[in-house]
């Protein structure tokens, strides 16, 4: 009998991003090595009455996982919300008492697809002091956004790390008291939320992982047309393994909504899991076949006008 390497891994959503942490979570365990187990926690709100019943179906078609509950109760309530982000986003920040059985834990947003198995950065990564691993955000390749660090937050843009994937060190939180650090900065009004906060508090005690750990359209567009630039903090060979087998990250449109980077992937991985519904996916596809028909005139007018005056010139 293969022994179990137990990785365990937190989410957190509600009823309205059910579809998206199903297809994600499946694709976790699409992947999942004979010897792998993920033991799953899925954060949720104390109103909301999570439809479990259509999460269990994950564990009935895969077999190689867990699934178990942790209510959040009201902590974050009159927490700063932006961009239609709200509360549960800062859930990931407790999950050192929320999950006080591991020591080490990773973290996931669920706008992700997941393309191999996870055990390895789970049990090959130390991190010693290091309070989170997490991706380099290159948030210094944007004007405005170092701009926010550096002149509005006080501090570096280089080595800003995404918060939608992260390895936590549970252990070392727990015992520093970062947990009360990051409740104290969860009313501040930060661009960035959870993200600011992490980076803020966690500051020095960073471990960087390769680009494979979260691929957002960010990277893929300098991987694929700013390779250079990428040079300095990866390797060819990381930067070709995150663009092939890379955990997607979805941290802007989202392709179960609209035409994105990486839609296809999505749509790919939506088929092969157990929540696939050709009805759903049939109407997606075909409503979109006349959208350009039935754009208003101006608006046809002005996708013309890019094509014509700046695509053209990438030519």
Request: glycine letters at 4%; proline letters at 3%; one cysteine or more.
């Amino acid at each position: 009998m293969v022994e179990k390497k137990i990785v365990p891994i937190a989410f957190a959503f509600g009823n309205d991003w059910l579809l998206p942490a199903c297809i994600c979570i499946s694709s976790l365990l699409h992947h999942a090595h004979e010897d792998t187990f993920y033991d799953i926690f899925v954060l949720c709100s104390p109103d909301e009455h999570l439809d479990k019943e259509v999460l269990n179906r994950l564990q009935e078609h895969y077999g190689n996982c867990n699934i178990q509950y942790r209510t959040v109760e009201r902590v974050f309530d009159q927490s700063y919300e932006i961009r239609g982000i709200k509360t549960m986003a800062y859930y990931r920040l407790l999950i050192p008492e929320l999950i006080p059985e591991y020591e080490k834990i990773l973290y996931s947003d669920v706008d992700v697809i997941f393309r191999a198995d996870l055990s390895a950065f789970y049990n090959n990564i130390e991190l010693v002091d290091a309070y989170v691993a997490g991706v380099d955000s290159l948030a210094q390749f944007d004007k405005d956004t170092r701009e926010y660090y550096e002149k509005t937050l006080g501090v570096s843009a280089k080595g800003i790390i995404y918060s939608g994937n992260l390895i936590i060190n549970s252990k070392k939180m727990r015992e520093d008291g970062i947990v009360h650090r990051f409740k104290e900065h969860a009313q501040k009004r930060y661009r960035f939320q959870d993200m600011d906060i992490i980076n803020l508090v966690c500051a020095g005690h960073i471990k960087y992982l390769e680009p494979s750990f979260c691929v957002t359209t960010y990277f893929t567009d300098y991987a694929l047309h700013r390779k250079k630039a990428l040079n300095a903090y990866w390797t060819e060979r990381e930067i070709d393994e995150a663009l092939q087998n890379g955990i997607v990250h979805y941290n802007g449109q989202k392709p179960w909504k609209g035409y994105c980077v990486n839609f296809d992937i999505w749509w790919e991985y939506y088929r092969k899991s157990p929540f696939f519904d050709a009805k759903f996916y049939f109407d997606f596809f075909y409503s979109r076949l006349n959208e350009y028909d039935l754009l208003p005139l101006w608006k046809r007018i002005k996708i013309l006008i890019r094509y014509f005056v700046y695509g053209r010139k990438a030519m």
